[in-house]
T-cell receptor
Framework: QAGLTQPPSVSKGLRQTATLTCTGN????????AVWLQQHQGHPPKLLSY???NRPSGISERLSASRSGNTASLTITGLQPEDEADYYC???????????FGGGTKLTVL | EVQLVESGGGLVQPGGSLRLSCAAS????????MNWVRQAPGKGLEWVAN????????YYVDSVKGRFTISRDTDKNSMYLQMNSLRDEDTAVYYC???????RGQGTLVTVSS
């Protein structure tokens, strides 16, 4: 099953802003929206953003999700060392009747 | 507080079977879609299967169709994944997740190896 496309890595400096992208198609991201998950090494993933781009309780306001057409984005402002992690997007694909994931983006905070 | 606890993982030979369990608390599984998601060592996340809140619909990733079966027991507020004809490539940490992957457990490791 075809997945979503994410850049493998992004590097930004401390206190800078990083924007992570996730590209799908009209069967998934385009009409269903995407969720974003963060995973630190050795830990289970954690939800950062719902399909409607809202943040779950407890998620920093420095994180914001958006969507334009078939591309979802996660913007993290004021980068901190703890933001260094793997970030995954996922969306329900209505043609496949399956959740599809991106390959993940490794965010490095320099 | 929502909690999901997976169990049942372990070492199994290729061609063998395992049954994973996911015990839910803090919510009723009959009100939620429930999913299994896995992560092979050093790899990304992969959705495996899900079951509709009323059990009427079940979906699977192509690679497990015909081998894995998702089910639930509302009396026990638990979900299961019966895995048959296991292959090396099924080796992964398996997580159960609620709804739109809102809440997940800590995972259970399945290792398929001879």
């Amino acid at each position: 099953q075809a997945g979503l496309t994410q850049p493998p890595s992004v590097s930004k400096g401390l206190r800078q802003t990083a924007t992570l992208t996730c590209t799908g198609n009209s069967n998934n991201v385009g009409n269903q929206g995407a969720v974003w998950l963060q995973q630190h090494q050795g830990h289970p993933p954690k939800l950062l953003s719902y399909r409607n781009n809202n943040r779950p309780s407890g998620i920093s306001e420095r994180l914001s999700a958006s969507r334009s057409g078939n591309t979802a984005s996660l913007t993290i402002t004021g980068l901190q060392p703890e933001d260094e992690a793997d970030y995954y997007c996922s969306a329900w694909d209505t043609s496949l009747s399956a959740w599809v994931f991106g390959g993940g983006t490794k965010l490095t905070v320099l | 507080e929502v909690q999901l606890v997976e169990s049942g993982g372990g070492l199994v030979q290729p061609g063998g079977s395992l049954r994973l369990s996911c015990a839910a608390s803090g919510f009723t599984i009959s009100n939620s879609w429930m999913n299994w998601v896995r992560q092979a060592p050093g790899k990304g996340l992969e959705w495996v299967a899900n079951i509709k809140h009323d059990g009427s619909e079940k979906y699977y990733v192509d690679s497990v169709k015909g081998r894995f079966t998702i089910s639930r027991d509302t009396d026990k507020n638990s979900m299961y994944l019966q895995m048959n004809s296991l292959r090396d490539e099924d080796t992964a940490v398996y997580y159960c997740a609620r709804g739109d992957l809102d809440d997940r457990g800590q995972g259970t490791l399945v290792t398929v190896s001879s």
